[in-house]
């Protein structure tokens, strides 16, 4: 696979070279700038397609290699799934498309390849969408393979000019979305390191290299977390000889004094179930328990490059599950930083004893507008929901209304639960206030409710994202183990309704 992948924008050139590519339509032949390089293959479209079964589907690709009447080496005509007459193809569409002709040009191992979007109704926003889904879907996690499996000879590097009426303006464009790429290609990278690489201290190193890009960092230790009375925090990484961190990232894009607007992340960097201890079978994705965290540092890296007009706070707590014979026991009653006490009831129902000090913190200390925590909480909403969609928990009906709307314009989607007294009771216990479960039967609704004793009245959202976070299947504009789910959605909820 080509390590290098160079986009660039250009005018359409009289004589294009190397990967041709054009667009059609369903039941259509290549339409507005695609009309012109068809015209000069003097092949009949009709006979042509009909031939080869090409009916403009999505994902569907007519090639030609060696077209007469053309300079380039190969014409690629692929299906846009459109038909006349249809509405512009949303974001995601045009997202999904750029990641399917990046498939296509890595089969064929292309080394420059023009496209022609010039005149088919690409606006610089969604020539944009189009060039990250090429990079998202060129991202390969292979670092640890001496030899990578997809490595069969292709070129070192891919370079791909699209050709489009404006450049500037899609120049432009394609920066902007870029920040959010890279804030996902973070969080993938985070999620797919191996634990014995990525433990708390070497999370919170990587979070603290945001400074660069104009970030407030502070790293709070083991000791200054005892001095804040994070009790619940703190137990989870008992068993581990690896020190807890907390990482506090702050983003000051919009007006001085005004409230931010938070995200908080669960970092279990590698999640054993402690004493209670989970099954092997499957144990190694539990390297990516700390999906939520992952989430928020990404978020945050796309705030700062961008440069978004917002002010935001992003809280991470990284910690280690492990058994030990100085681990948390069931049985155990714990103090959190709010004051609140804590039975133990299971040693692996840890994500929301550190959500529990970290949502307090958060609430306390800066005050923000609104309070949205990512966690790979429980098992129980992939049950739910698969992997589609992530679990939306909040006391805030407009804050879920947004988030919603969010999840739909950026293809992240989430699906809102429900919450109630009756839930509450479950995790009432009988020697402490609370108990940190319910037990099997709606255990993504009661760990939420759980969470819901530490925000106090901040309108706040908890996503569950145990489904949709990690070892997720293929798509489009993913064929890594991790989505790094949670950025587009959050930035597009911080675009749309926070920024100044």
């Known amino acids: 696979m080509p390590r290098e992948l160079v986009i ?44 080869a079964g090409f009916k403009g589907k999505q994902g569907q690709a007519l090639d030609i290699v060696k077209p007469a009447g053309l300079e380039a080496s190969r014409l690629l005509v692929l299906g846009s799934g459109m038909t006349n007459g249809d509405a512009p193809a949303s974001a995601t569409a045009w997202a999904d ?22 005149g088919i109704d690409a606006t610089p926003q969604l020539v944009a969408e ?89 790293i709070l230790k083991p000791s200054d977390l005892e001095k804040l009375g994070m009790g619940a925090l703190l137990a989870v ?83 280690e599950n492990m058994p030990d014979g100085n681990a948390m026991r069931p049985g155990d009653i714990l103090t959190a930083m709010s004051g609140r006490t804590i039975e133990v009831v299971n040693t692996d129902a840890e994500g929301r004893l550190v959500l529990a000090d970290a949502l307090w913190y958060a609430q306390d200390r800066f005050k923000p507008k609104a309070m949205i ?27 879920s209304e ?9 293809g992240e989607k989430v699906w809102r639960m429900p919450m109630g007294p009756a839930y509450e009771k479950m995790i009432e216990s009988r020697f402490a206030d609370i108990k940190n479960t319910g037990g099997r039967h709606a255990g993504s609704i009661t760990a939420a409710q759980f969470l819901k004793h530490f925000v106090n009245d901040v309108p706040w959202a908890h996503l569950d994202i145990a489904g949709a976070g990690m070892a997720t299947n293929s798509n489009e504009i993913n064929v890594s183990w991790a989505p790094g789910f949670g950025v587009a959605l959050l930035d597009r909820l911080v675009r749309d309704n926070y920024e100044a």
Not at 24 to 51: I, M, R, Y
Not at 391 to 397: H, I, Q, R, T, W
Request: hydrophobic fraction near 45%; proline fraction near 5%.
């Open 97 to 118: 498309r750029g990641g399917s002709l990046m498939g296509k040009l890595l089969a064929l191992k292309a080394e420059a390849a023009a496209v022609v979007l010039d």
């Open 130 to 218: 189009l060039a990250a889904g090429l990079r998202l879907r060129h991202y390969r996690f292979d670092r640890y393979k001496t030899k990578p499996k997809d490595d069969n000879g292709g070129p070192d590097s891919l370079t791909i000019t699209l050709h489009v009426s404006d450049p500037a303006a899609a120049d432009a464009a394609i920066a902007e979305r870029g920040a959010v790429v890279e804030g996902t290609l973070l969080a993938r990278e985070l999620v797919n390191e191996p634990p014995n690489v990525l433990g708390p201290v070497e999370f919170a190193e990587r979070a603290g290299r945001l400074a660069d890009l104009g970030v407030e960092i502070e």
């Open 373 to 399: 925590n990512l966690a790979t909480l429980t098992g129980a909403i992939l049950v739910a929901l698969g992997q589609d969609h992530a679990g939306l928990f909040s006391n805030d009906n407009d804050l």
């Open 8 to 51: 660039k924008t250009a005018p359409m050139p009289a004589r294009p070279t190397g990967t041709l590519v054009i667009y059609a339509a369903e039941g259509a032949a290549p339409a507005d700038g695609g009309t012109a390089v068809w015209a000069a293959t003097g092949l009949d479209w009709a006979e042509v397609s009909e031939a």
């Open 402 to 410: 947004r988030l919603a709307k969010a999840g739909l314009a950026s």
């Open 237 to 319: 990484a008992r068993g581990s000889h690896r020190p807890a961190r907390l990482v506090v990232m702050q983003w000051q894009g919009g007006k001085k004094k005004e409230a931010p607007i938070a995200f908080v992340g669960k970092g279990v960097v590698f999640d054993s179930g402690g004493i209670s201890i989970k099954p092997a079978g499957s144990m190694e994705d539990m390297k990516g328990d700390m999906a939520g965290a992952a989430a928020v540092t990404g978020l945050m890296h796309a705030l700062a490059a961008r440069k978004a007009r917002v002010n935001a706070v992003g809280i991470i707590g990284l910690v």
